[in-house]
């Protein structure tokens, strides 16, 4: 794969996270970044220990197929590696962010990546969907929807939640997060983040997820759901919640 003329995101927070597989105009991209915020690394360090977190306490739950919206890079502690023992579909809008996804993950029976897009469910190529998550809205599922909520509006995204809800079976848990409004004090970082991208206060998350339900750890910053010990100092940048998809 050439080094690509325009940085990713998905690209960038593999090299924030000590990744390899990044190239010169991504770090070109999180070196501005970053002199417009601060040190990224630690922030999206954390998000990513939330989504290990979370993807154990969904296999603790019984759960072994997993469906991953805006996967990006799935290796630095994706859901796969987290969780040796399920089958997990990756899924992206960007060719050539799922280009390089199906490279790493060539060799793998229990992981694949493909083309979806998180509003429209149906993009989801159905032999891949029965492949790495069978059983399918027939049984319980673990959703993966991280760094999405952001780039969504709120009608796109209660519609798009309600819709995940409706096709996943009973029992089914989703990892989501939020960001705050953490880069308001940060205009030129805010700037690069472009036009699509939308800050929420904390008190906006709840009634955006619509009839899922929080797990008693609530919609909290993500150094701060279930941590192993005394919670990383961070900036709450993100906060993160895992819920339910109850029976109606």
Do not use: K
Request: aromatic share 10%; with cysteine.
């Amino acid at each position: 794969m050439g080094e690509p003329d325009e940085p990713s995101t998905a690209r960038m927070i593999d090299h924030w996270l000590g990744g390899e597989h990044h190239f010169g105009v991504d770090v070109a991209a999180a070196t501005a970044f970053e002199q417009a915020y601060g040190p990224c690394a630690p922030v999206f360090a954390e998000l990513r220990a939330f989504l290990g977190r979370a993807v154990r306490a969904i296999v603790e739950q019984g759960v072994d197929g997993f469906l991953v919206f805006g996967a990006g890079v799935p290796t630095m502690g994706n859901v796969h590696e987290v969780a040796p023992e399920a089958t997990v579909l990756y899924t992206d809008v960007d060719p050539v962010t799922i280009r390089l996804g199906q490279r790493i993950l060539a060799g793998s029976d229990r992981a694949g990546y493909g083309y979806g897009d998180a509003t429209d469910i149906g993009t989801i190529d159905p032999a891949q969907l029965h492949r790495f998550v069978p059983g399918w809205g027939r049984r319980p599922v673990g959703v993966v929807f991280l760094g999405l909520a952001a780039f969504l509006d709120d009608d796109t995204l209660t519609r798009t939640l309600d819709e995940l809800y409706a096709a996943a079976a009973p029992g089914s848990l989703l990892a989501v997060d939020f960001d705050t409004e953490e880069l308001a004090a940060h205009p030129q970082a805010l700037a690069m983040m472009g036009p699509a991208f939308r800050m929420r206060p904390p008190t906006a998350f709840a009634p955006l997820l619509g009839r899922w339900t929080p797990t008693p750890d609530g919609i909290v910053p993500v150094s701060r759901w279930r941590p192993p010990g005394v919670p990383v100092d961070v900036p709450d940048a993100f906060y993160g919640v895992l819920a339910t998809r109850g029976t109606n």
